[in-house]
C-alpha cells in the first residue's frame, strides 16, 4: 500500500469513527440545547366553531414537484457506516409510508470512499418520498467541485441537493475545515449549474435574514433554519473532546444560536417567496403548525425519529402518528382547514 493510499484509507476510517461517535453520542448524552426555540411564547387564537370537519383537514402539498401527504421532513442524520445504513433504511421506509419528506447525512464519506455508498442508498425503500442529498458547503473550498454534488445526487437518486453550514462545528472540531473565504461564489456556482435544486441548511445554530439574503441572491431554491434549541452540535463535540481544555471551549458554545422562530421571521422577511424549512428544536406537531403558519413550508425533526428508530420500528410508526395527529387536531382547533391557510393563521403574544 503506497503512503497516498494509507493516508486516504486512515482518513475514511476516522471519518466513518466521527459519524459512529456522533449517533452513539446522539442516543447515550444529553445533546440537548438550553437555548428557547420561542415557539412557547407564540399562540394560535382557538377557534371554538371551525365550521369544517377533523377529517376533512388536508395537509397534503407539492414541493420541488414532488407531493407530500404531511409536511414534515426527517432532517438530515447519518450515513457511511453499517448502524448509519440500517437507521436510514428503516427511516426510509417510514417516510414512504407516511408520505414525509426525508434528508440523508452528509455523503462526504462515501464521495471519498465509494465502498460507504451503501450506507446512504435508499430509494429502493422510498421510491416515492422527496428525498435530499447532503454535503457541506465547506467542502468546495477543499476541493469538492459541481462533479461531487452531482454524483451525491445521483448516488441516492436525490430530488434536490442540500448544502450544510457548520461554521461554529467545524471550528470547535479539531479536525475541522474552517477556510470559508470566497464559499458564498463557490455555492452560486453550483446553484446555477445543478441540474436539481440546492437548499441550504445550518446545522443548528441558524441561519440570519442577512445571511438568507446573500443566500437568495445567490440562487438557492430553499432555507432550512435549522436554528438554536434542539440538538447542540457544541455538545456534541464536547463529548467528543479528548482534553478538558477543547470540551471546555466546545461547553462555552452549547447554547449559541439563533431561536428557530427568529430565524424564520428573518427570513421570510428578506424573501418572503423562498420555501423555508424549519427545523431547530420542533418537538411535536404542535410546534410544526406554529412554524407554518410563521411561513415555513416543511417542519423538520432529527432527534425524536432518531431516538424512536433505535428503539424499535413501532415506536417510529409511533412518534409518525403521533406529529400527524398533533398537527391535524392543532389546525382543526385553530380553524386552517388545510396547508394554504394555516401559513394565513396568524400567532399571538400572551
Keep these: 500500500m503506497t503512503t497516498d493510499n494509507l493516508s486516504a484509507r486512515q482518513h475514511d476510517d476516522h471519518t466513518s469513527k466521527r459519524k459512529a461517535d456522533h ?21 394560535f387564537e382557538h377557534q371554538a366553531l371551525p365550521e369544517f370537519n377533523l377529517d376533512q383537514i388536508e395537509t397534503s402539498q407539492t414541493l420541488f414537484s414532488k407531493p407530500l401527504k404531511h409536511p414534515f421532513l426527517i432532517s438530515s442524520m447519518t450515513g457511511g457506516t453499517d448502524k448509519a445504513w440500517e437507521i436510514n433504511q428503516k427511516l426510509a421506509v417510514a417516510a414512504q409510508n407516511y408520505g414525509l419528506a426525508m434528508g440523508l447525512g452528509s455523503q ?14 435508499i430509494r429502493n425503500a422510498a421510491p416515492d418520498i422527496l428525498l435530499f442529498a447532503n454535503l457541506g ?3 468546495l473550498n477543499y476541493g469538492f467541485t459541481i462533479e461531487h454534488c452531482q454524483k451525491a445526487v445521483d448516488m441516492i437518486e436525490a430530488d434536490a441537493l442540500i448544502l450544510h453550514l457548520n461554521p461554529l462545528q467545524e471550528a470547535l472540531q479539531p479536525e475541522g475545515n474552517t477556510r470559508f473565504e470566497g464559499l458564498l461564489l463557490k455555492i452560486e456556482h453550483i446553484c446555477r449549474t445543478l441540474a436539481v435544486p ?12 442577512k445571511t438568507a439574503a446573500k443566500l437568495i441572491d445567490a440562487g438557492v431554491s430553499a432555507i432550512d433554519v435549522s436554528g438554536a434549541g434542539g440538538t447542540s452540535w457544541a455538545k456534541v463535540e464536547m463529548y467528543r473532546a479528548k482534553t478538558k481544555t477543547d470540551a471546555d471551549v466546545a461547553s462555552a458554545f452549547s447554547d449559541w444560536g439563533i431561536p428557530t422562530v427568529e430565524s424564520i421571521r428573518q427570513i421570510k422577511q428578506v424573501g418572503n417567496a423562498i420555501p423555508v424549512f424549519a427545523s431547530g428544536g420542533i418537538r411535536h406537531g404542535v410546534e410544526a403548525a406554529k412554524a407554518i403558519a410563521l411561513g415555513a413550508c416543511l417542519a423538520g425533526m432529527a432527534g425524536p425519529f432518531l431516538k424512536a428508530v433505535n428503539e424499535s420500528e413501532q415506536a417510529l410508526d409511533a412518534i409518525c402518528q403521533k406529529i400527524i395527529k398533533e398537527l391535524r387536531i392543532a389546525m382543526f382547533a385553530a380553524g386552517a382547514a388545510n396547508i394554504h391557510e ?6 399571538y403574544h400572551w
Design 108 to 121: 462526504r464519506a462515501a464521495i471519498e470512499n465509494p465502498a460507504l455508498e451503501y450506507s446512504f442508498k
Design 342 to 347: 394555516l401559513h394565513n393563521t396568524p400567532l
Design 198 to 209: 440546492v437548499i441550504v441548511k445550518e446545522v443548528g445554530w441558524g441561519i440570519s435574514g
Design 137 to 139: 458547503a465547506i467542502q
Design 23 to 43: 449517533i452513539r453520542i446522539n442516543l447515550e448524552e444529553d445533546v440537548q440545547s438550553h437555548a428557547f426555540t420561542l415557539f412557547d411564547d407564540l399562540h
